[in-house]
T-cell receptor, first 117, second 115 residues
Framework: SQTIHQWPATLVQPVGSPLSLECTVEGTSNPNLYWYRQAAGRGLQLLFYSVGIGQISSEVPQNLSASRPQDRQFILSSKKLLLSDSGFYLC????????????????FGNGTRLTVT | GDSVTQMEGPVTLSEEAFLTINCTYTATGYPSLFWYVQYPGEGLQLLLKATKADDKGSNKGFEATYRKETTSFHLEKGSVQVSDSAVYFCALSDRGQAAGNKLTFGGGTRVLVKP
């Protein structure tokens, strides 16, 4: 079976400090990978998605970047955090099934709660 | 663009009450529809899905029917339990996407079931 690991679970960082959140998937190959952010009391916003190693698509302009150095590893980074970067960050994966990929549900990690102070 | 609208919470119910969470959507294509549930402090879990008109998704006593004519996917459960307390998200995936499965989520509805 497939599992997704996301860490750390919680993080408190000062404004201007760097950020690195890591996500790994086990039990499948060539997954689609996603980073979402959930701001307090709001819905989920897609930040980045990746359909392969080194292939990153950004959905919104922001202070964050993403990388996929290995097939099942997805990293969310920032060089200098802003207060507005606080939120709950969720990594997710889905099967890459070609034309039917829109039917493939996303499987989420347990999230990282980031507080920028 | 695509969008999903859910009723705002919180919704507070007594145990064994009937739950309905309304969800409507707008999409440029013919989407697949999903309900996800988020328990406190956790990530999202897929609850159910429907991929074409009149399909009914069901799981754990929850049901939702894909209504193309009203662009809706309302979630229902006949008798809720305290363990159903969570935030519920409606989402769609447009089959017109070039790659990946980018879900568009509603704002979430918090449900609190009291004993």
């Amino acid at each position: 079976s497939q599992t997704i690991h996301q860490w750390p679970a919680t993080l408190v960082q000062p404004v201007g400090s760097p950020l690195s959140l890591e996500c790994t998937v086990e039990g499948t190959s060539n997954p689609n990978l996603y980073w979402y952010r959930q701001a307090a009391g709001r819905g989920l916003q897609l930040l980045f998605y990746s359909v392969g190693i080194g292939q990153i698509s950004s959905e919104v302009p922001q202070n964050l970047s993403a990388s996929r150095p290995q097939d099942r590893q997805f990293i969310l980074s920032s060089k200098k955090l802003l207060l507005s970067d606080s939120g709950f960050y969720l990594c997710a994966w889905s099967f890459r099934t070609g034309r039917s990929s829109y039917n493939s549900p996303l499987h989420f990690g347990n999230g990282t709660r980031l507080t920028v102070t | 663009g695509d969008s999903v609208t859910q009723m705002e919470g919180p919704v507070t119910l007594s145990e064994e009450a009937f739950l309905t969470i309304n969800c409507t959507y707008t999409a440029t294509g013919y989407p697949s529809l999903f309900w996800y549930v988020q328990y406190p402090g956790e990530g999202l879990q897929l609850l159910l899905k429907a991929t074409k008109a009149d399909d009914k998704g069901s799981n754990k006593g929850f049901e939702a029917t894909y209504r193309k004519e009203t662009t809706s996917f309302h979630l229902e459960k006949g008798s809720v339990q305290v363990s159903d307390s969570a935030v519920y998200f409606c989402a769609l995936s447009d089959r017109g996407q070039a790659a990946g499965n980018k879900l568009t989520f509603g704002g979430g509805t918090r449900v609190l079931v009291k004993p």
